[in-house]
């Protein structure tokens, strides 16, 4: 595609509910990855997929979180049970490589409200 | 660990004012450096990115600057429009984990009419 895309862009769920936010990344992109931006807050590093390679999941904030990228395009980030304190926007982005000398792509974002 | 700053956190100016924002790193060990631009309720759209062997880069009306040594950015904006008001951020992409991007908490800029 022509972008980064995102959905859904709004995202209203119940305390202890699960979430599924997509990510569909540049075409032919082998890099993705998954940021977190909470209020007032700097973007969080989340998670990291590069081509066949095993994910970097260090960012991950709790075993509540998961993601996979299935088909080395499209990617979902989970979150089950969701708290209050995971209400932020939820950030996408690829690279063509994956190398560091790259620009990232970012989506639109998922902005998640946990009421 | 790396710690981006960004000063200051909001700025208003007059339209046509230059202005300068300002982006500090804790750890020089850097493999660039990049400059995005944030409007509400929208992703991030890259606006230059500089090599740590760079100066500097150059956009239409937007220049930013690298000094590695001394763990500073600057992104200058010249001849400022309403069009430019959004939230700019810096992010450091590190030589021990090249893949990770290092933001700054973001300066919100408002350029009036």
């Known amino acids: 595609g022509a972008g980064v895309s995102q959905s859904p862009s709004n995202k209203v769920t119940e305390k202890g509910k699960d979430v599924e936010l997509r990510c569909d990344p540049i075409?032919?992109?082998?890099?993705l990855y998954w940021y977190r931006q909470s209020l007032g807050q700097g973007l969080e590093f989340l998670i990291y997929?590069?081509?066949?390679?095993?994910?970097?999941k260090s960012g991950l904030p709790s075993d509540r979180f998961s993601a996979e990228r299935t088909g080395g395009s499209v990617s979902t980030l989970t979150i089950q049970r969701t708290q209050q304190e995971d209400s932020a926007v939820y950030l996408c982005?690829?690279?063509?490589?994956?190398?560091?000398?790259?620009?990232?792509?970012f989506g639109s974002g998922t902005q998640l409200s946990v009421l | 660990k790396q710690e981006v700053t960004q000063i200051p956190a909001a700025l208003s100016v007059p339209e046509g004012e230059n202005l300068v924002l300002n982006c500090s790193f804790t750890?020089?060990?850097?493999?660039?450096l990049q400059w995005f631009r944030q409007d509400p309720g929208k992703g991030l759209t890259s606006l230059l990115l500089?090599?740590?062997?760079?100066r500097e880069q150059t956009s239409g009306r937007l220049n930013a600057s690298l000094d590695k040594s001394s763990g500073r950015s600057t992104l200058y904006i010249a001849a400022s429009q309403p069009g430019d008001s959004a939230t700019y951020l810096c992010a450091v992409r590190q030589m021990d984990s090249s893949y990770k991007l290092i933001f700054g908490s973001g300066t919100r800029l408002l350029v009036r009419p």
């Open positions: 500089i090599q740590s062997s760079q």
């Open positions: 075409s032919g992109h082998t890099a």
């Open positions: 750890d020089s060990a850097i493999y660039n």
């Open positions: 982005a690829s690279s063509s490589q994956g190398s560091h000398n790259e620009k990232l792509f």
């Open positions: 997929f590069q081509g066949n390679s095993a994910p970097d």
